[in-house]
């Protein structure tokens, strides 16, 4: 059997690139691979025989590369690779494969070793045909290792093709490496030197995966009392060891929430797991802090639960994170019904006061597309505002045929988001009446649009001048309307419209909000 270190297909890339059936990394694969460890170091040293060994590796095996089935191989004593334990595999194919090994007895410079797609390995075509048969897609060789040289081996098998990421391969030495420790211990019991010795090596190994872990790990016995704190503990809630070990858990829980404690005992007492328990804890300096908890029972060699191992995860961000989407979620669905609710307006008025079905939908698009452009404007400023010279120009730009016949000037001042939406809707209404009938109608009127500040109130006068005669109409239109009553009051100010003989004028008045207000 002809076995090649697989390379990613084309259109694969980085670690996290599978081909086809590819599946997802964990959403958090630290702390996944620090249970893993931990489950499956907690088992080893709990192993009394060669069986337990195996089957807590197995589930580790299966649980930390995420693959589907798995199998672990020793060279017997005629140095011929043979399999001692297996998940998922039939008994034909394990006959079928039995002996093959791309290591010799002893090898110290063995490497792991992936196929990410059988149908691409180069190998005899009836091995490949075996595999196939049983229904392998990808597989992973990792060497087991003791006293420096191999052992044996174990083989992570995936139904689909799979590309082994090198932390997923990096997690398999590691579980190979205490795999091998282990055999060794079972191996050689009745050598209690070499025996303690690796345990003592598998221990250091463990508790260098915890000292170093970024999660706070913390452990207490069945009375509450910390009794190890590493140094994620540390950097989280910041406690010196020193400072800790000794005290009562409930030196990190809030007085309101302490009531948790004595639940959490009971369950760890009953042997439960506790997973991804969200809830608040105390830094040293009285700082609340938002953590996710996972918590298990710690068992002695007699298999008894004498305390609880706990490991905790800053959640900050996402809570914070949280609260922004609840908060965005709110105002945009504020936003929609105030818009929903102008345009119904809009809709109404403009129905209610046309009688050709044209012209309404005429007055409809100009109206909406006024509404639209104030929308776009807001919405490149984060909706925290808009400058009034932003608004006036957008809202004129249908009518400005010609740069000189509208003429707008005035100071640099920020509206909130509603008087701006309330201003655009103002100046189309008016500039649209222009074009109808005042300065816009014919080739000689103009249009004079200043604004100013005195007082907090902003002032913005309409000035149209050079157009048709101009009389007092006998009632109030829509747009008319719109401006002097709703429009005012969204403001927040007065709107007044004056019909004099040489053009409409209009004066609008609203406070300068000093959320919303900047001046240059």
């Not at 997802?24 to 192993?47: C, G, K, M, V």
């Not at 195996?54 to 798995?70: F, H, S, V």
Request: charged share 25%; hydrophobic share 40%.
């Amino acid at each position: 059997m002809v076995i090649h270190v697989a390379e990613p297909q084309e259109g694969q890339s980085g670690e996290h690139a599978h081909a086809g059936g590819h599946r997802a990394q964990p959403a958090d694969s630290s702390r996944s691979e620090l249970n893993t460890l931990y489950t499956f170091t907690d088992r080893l040293l709990r192993a009394v025989s060669e069986q337990e060994v195996y089957d807590a590796a197995l589930d580790a095996i299966i649980e930390g590369l995420n693959c589907t089935r798995a199998s672990i191989l020793l060279f017997d004593a005629a140095g011929v690779m043979r399999f001692v334990a297996s998940h998922g595999l039939s008994p034909a194919y394990r006959a079928a494969v039995d002996g093959h090994t791309p290591w010799t007895l002893g090898q110290r410079d063995a490497v792991p070793i992936a196929e990410n797609n059988i149908a691409h390995a180069e190998m005899d075509e009836a091995l490949r045909s075996t595999i196939s048969g049983e229904g392998i897609r990808a597989l992973a060789f990792i060497p087991l290792v003791a006293n420096g040289g191999v052992i044996g081996k174990f083989m992570a098998y995936d139904d689909a093709p799979h590309v082994f990421s090198k932390p997923e391969i990096d997690l398999g030495l590691v579980i190979a490496r205490q795999l091998g420790f282990a055999i060794e211990r079972q191996q050689a019991r009745v050598y209690r030197k070499e025996s303690e010795e690796a345990r003592r090596r598998n221990d250091a190994e463990f508790r260098a995966i915890v000292e170093n872990s970024d999660d706070a790990i913390i452990s207490k016995n069945l009375d509450g009392v910390i009794v190890s704190w590493n140094q994620g503990a540390e950097h989280l809630f910041g406690y010196a060891p020193q400072e800790i070990i000794g005290r009562s858990v409930l030196t990190l829980i809030p007085q309101e929430l302490q009531h948790e404690e004595p639940s959490i005992i009971s369950r760890i007492r009953r042997g439960e797991r506790i997973e991804h328990y969200d809830t608040v804890r105390l830094k040293k300096d009285g700082t609340r802090i938002d953590i996710s908890l996972t918590v298990s029972p710690v068992k002695d060699a007699e298999g008894r639960i004498i305390g609880a191992s706990k490991i905790a995860r800053d959640i900050s961000e996402r809570i914070r994170a949280e609260g922004q989407r609840t908060l965005l979620i709110n105002e945009l669905n504020h936003r929609v019904k105030n818009t929903l609710a102008t345009v119904q307006s809009l809709v109404m008025q403009t129905l209610r006061n046309t009688e050709r079905s044209e012209e309404a939908r005429e007055l409809l698009d100009s109206r909406l597309a006024a509404l639209s452009r104030a929308h776009d404007l807001l919405t490149a400023e984060n909706w925290e505002g808009a400058s009034l010279g932003e608004v006036v120009d957008r809202a004129l730009s249908p009518f400005r045929t010609d740069a000189q016949r509208i003429r707008a000037e005035g100071p640099s001042v920020r509206l909130s988001p509603k008087q701006a939406l309330a201003l655009s809707i103002a100046l189309h209404e008016l500039a649209t009446n222009a074009s109808k009938y005042g300065a816009l109608s014919g080739d000689a009127g103009h249009i004079e649009v200043r604004w100013s500040l005195a007082d907090g109130m902003i002032h913005c006068g309409w000035c149209e001048k050079g157009g048709p005669p101009v009389e007092q109409p006998h009632h109030s239109g829509f747009g008319t309307r719109l401006i002097q009553r709703n429009l005012a009051t969204e403001l927040g100010g007065s709107a007044l419209i004056e019909y004099r003989p040489d053009g409409v004028v209009a004066t609008i008045t609203a406070p300068v909000e000093p959320a919303a207000h900047k001046l240059i």
